[in-house]
């Protein structure tokens, strides 16, 4: 994607998800997360092309003007946008897919245990929501909403919500999930079993000795 195809695909990104959006000469000179993105496209083609040291430096350089770390090995679909950045991490070896929303203080990171692939893969049309924190090699489906704070560990499959700490699915295309009490509540119960054969034997019992009864007269 050209320089001028992709300051347009940045600015229609912005006035798609930020309501605040006004114009587009204020998302190219005041959107701290549409510069990060400019800087990481430019980081990323030299990091591709093996260029030492110079990827790492615009990375840093981006990251003290705009609060958002994004390594330049970050790999990052198109319509990708960062609301209220400041705080956000991207970690080298995530992998992003088209229509992203990341809002402030998200991090797709790592857990410290992998080697190789140590960082998400997130899939399309997912919405990131501020303070969450995805960690490890794991995969987030399509049309994911990760809500506010929360932590994942674990991979997710597409058109899930999720929250809590640790993360956990609450809908799926929309729809509640029953929660662990409710499946709790319908685990069978052996004792109550038991009681239920012993009331039916008991009964069947009182049933023949009536039969008998009426048979001796």
């Keep these: 994607m050209g320089l001028v195809a992709e300051l347009k695909d940045l600015v229609k990104s912005a006035r798609e998800r930020d309501p605040a959006a006004v114009s587009t ?3 190219l000179f005041t959107y701290s997360g ?10 990323h083609w030299l990091y591709k092309q093996r260029v030492p040291f110079i990827p790492r430096w615009i990375s840093q350089f981006s990251k003290f003007l705009t609060g ?3 390594h330049p090995g970050a790999k990052i ?3 990708f946008f960062i609301d209220h950045g400041m705080g956000v991490v991207i970690g080298e070896t995530s992998e992003i897919g ?9 991090t797709l990171g790592g857990t410290g245990k992998e080697k190789g692939k140590r960082h998400p893969t997130v899939g399309n049309n997912v919405v990131i929501s501020a303070g969450a924190k995805v960690l490890g090699s794991i995969e987030i489906g399509n049309d994911v909403i ?18 809590g700490v640790p993360g956990r ?18 685990l069978p119960d052996p004792v ?3 009681l239920s054969d012993c009331c039916a034997r008991i009964d069947f019992l009182e049933k023949e000795l009536k039969k008998i009864k009426k048979e001796k007269r």
């Excluded at 990760?146 to 929250?163: E, F, H, K, L």
């Design 25 to 27: 000469l204020e998302i």
């Design 34 to 43: 549409v510069h990060a993105v400019i800087n990481h496209r430019i980081a």
């Design 68 to 70: 958002i770390e994004i």
């Design 77 to 79: 679909g198109k319509g």
């Design 98 to 106: 088209d229509g992203v929303t990341l809002y402030q203080g998200v």
């Design 146 to 163: 990760i809500g506010a704070g929360a932590v994942v560990i674990n991979s997710v499959p597409d058109r899930c919500t999720v929250v």
């Design 169 to 186: 699915i609450v809908k799926i295309g929309g729809e509640k999930v029953l929660s662990d009490e409710f499946h709790r509540m319908k």
């Design 192 to 194: 109550s079993d038991i």
